[in-house]
């Protein structure tokens, strides 16, 4: 088993993992490196070209699997869950790998062919949808090599671990990591299923190693409901604009904040394209409770004529809208500019269901936004949030279970991962020799 760590070994995003067994490659996930993304929008004002893609390092450099001459020996392209690090860059590169099976679940694929919608682009991959907890067999493999979906826990809808069952052992792939025993929609990660496998051989475990360093629970979603109630109770009633803010693929919370929300009763309005497009993708797949319960606006012209309704009728609304990261051109930016009819006033309230992703442009961005808003008196509660990703305890539980044999931190920087070598140490496992930190573009070979 050979194993190339094309992309998100050294960053967080453009996750992309590729194994080979025999003569047969298959790569798990291919996604966005979103700093690089937001980059390339400030330099190609028309969408964006994979040149443009490669220089600005936004999707993963699987030229590398052109030098190992490993390209045209792919034969399954595997996807973890709908986060654009892990399926945005495979819109770009997906051409590059002609006529190959893409497997994922149902929500994953929803969201992987509108994102080939909205690039405008053609891929003639055939898209196969799998159910969470399923077993395939992969039909141009003559190794008789299989992929099983097992049910995973993390903050959007239809996640996956992927164990490709390969004749020499088992390859486990758990990005992203996060074990909560209490959510909120859906069920609990399938423990039976990985204690299970951890009897089979489980050769290499590719790992999320994002908060290897820190022992503390992030908490599961129920705690987000706890904290999503206490916050509408303290926002100002009557007449004072109440908006919320938080990740548009997060099916599970929007659910919360419209159970909750529901409450206030004020009529519940989700702003802008992408709330539109991940709920859109939910209701496909008959999984978006909430869907009757909620009006949607995606385009410009009816975001418009809802805000200037707010304007005049404040207190009748509860507005969920884009812009958390205060990204360019969202709800929340826009009405920071006075680019709508609508204008924050003193006593409103203002949610931000959500955490800033420390990226320099966001923290900049956020920070310039809340001071502006602050100025103008809007009450503001950040960090109504629990993040989505496992604590050190939860990567000791997965090691625990699944006894790999090798364990391969991912999903972060360096100095994020090398905690999780440190953690291995426990259990025993050597640096070089059954633990391996490295970089993108390597190769591990067991
Ligand atoms: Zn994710």
Known sequence: MEICTVGGFEEVGKNMTAV?????????????????????????????????????????????????????????????????????????????????????????????????????????????????????????????????????????????????????????????LKFDNHPTLGNPPNYQRLKELGKEKVKALVIDSLYAYTEKKPGGEKIAEHLLEDAFSKVNQGDKALFITTFSSHIERLNNIVKIGQRTKREIVFLGRSLAKYVGCALKIGKCPFANKVKIAKYRGQVDSILKKVESGRGRYLIVCTGHQAEKNSILDRISRGDTYFKFREGDNLIFSSSVIPTEVNLEAREKLDAKLRKMGVKIQVDVHVHGHGSREDMRELIQMLKPEHVIPAHGSQVQEKPLIGLAEEFGYIEGKTSHLKKNGEIITI
């Open 20 to 176: 080979k067994i025999g003569e047969e490659v298959f790569i798990f996930d291919c996604g966005f490196f979103l700093p690089g993304i937001i980059e390339l929008q400030e330099q190609e004002k028309i969408g964006y070209s994979l040149p443009g893609l490669r220089r600005v390092g936004g999707v993963p450099d699987d030229r590398i699997l052109d030098q190992l001459g490993w390209r045209e020996k792919v034969k399954a392209i595997f996807l973890s869950h709908a986060h654009l690090d892990h399926i945005g860059g495979l819109t770009f590169l997906a051409n590059r790998y002609p006529h190959i099976e893409i497997f994922g679940t149902a929500f994953t694929m929803k969201v992987l062919e509108s994102l080939i919608e909205d690039a405008g682009v053609k891929i003639n991959n055939p898209l196969r949808v799998v159910n969470s907890d399923s077993r395939h067999k992969i039909k141009s493999s003559k190794e008789g090599i299989e992929i099983e979906f097992v049910h995973a826990t993390h903050s959007t809808l239809d996640c996956a671990y992927l164990a490709l069952h390969t004749k020499e052992g088992i390859f486990f792939y758990s990005l992203d």
